[in-house]
């Protein structure tokens, strides 16, 4: 009989084990990491080079990078351009760009704190919320023409900005044209995720933390993920 017990117990901790891989492994599913883009505004006209550093696979990149390698995972890319104060890069070509863009296949968890956004509230809600998170009017507009129409696809839509997760997967470097290192005086980085909801979803609200005021060389980035 004890014997019994004990193959009991066994069986009962791994199928434990079974359902919290298959929950873990579901939360940490590769997700599309969709258009984030980086503004850059020195003070003054400068040569920067940006490297991205990221834990996935670039899909899509503009203007292309530099160089870009990958490995066990991570992917590195860099791009060198001429940036201007009011947010014009040029590449080596002549080329410009209003800012750099790329996506990206990642393991993202699923935010448990956010909204319940109806397809109505789409426009209003972003441009309130982005405001707080510090975007600029143009900024908002960029990633409102962009995100608006995939939360209207829904009748209602859960929408979290805690970026957290991200942010440990994609990090940026960015240097001079003499190599040396620039770290930017204000770096506000917004990342949203999506997914289908309905009017009984009930989460936990997030709270938004503003950033502080832009001051000094300042880098922007925003991007988002829809989870299936």
Known sequence: MKRILQILL???????????????????EDQRAYKPVLY???????AVTVTLDLEG???TVYPAPDQATSADGRTRA?????????GTLTDASGREYPSLF???TMALPEPDSGFVVSRDEAVPFLEDKL??????????????????PRIRSHEYTFVSFDASAYTQRASYGFTDASGEQIVPDTFIRVFMTIREA??????????????PP??????????GTEQL
Do not use: K, N
């Open 40 to 46: 850059l505004y020195p003070e003054q006209e400068q």
């Open 198 to 211: 309905d009017a009984s979803t009930v989460v936990r609200p997030q709270t938004l933390t503003p950033p």
């Open 57 to 59: 696979t670039l899909d």
């Open 131 to 148: 405001a707080q998170l510090g975007l600029s009017d143009r900024e908002a507009a960029d990633f409102i023409a962009f995100w608006a």
């Open 214 to 223: 832009r001051a000094g060389f300042t880098a922007v980035e925003w991007g």
């Open 102 to 104: 790329w996506d990206a």
């Open 10 to 28: 066994v069986v009962v901790a791994l199928c434990a084990a079974v359902v919290l891989f298959l929950e873990v492994s579901h939360a940490m």
């Open 78 to 86: 860099s791009w060198t351009v001429d940036a201007a104060p009011d």
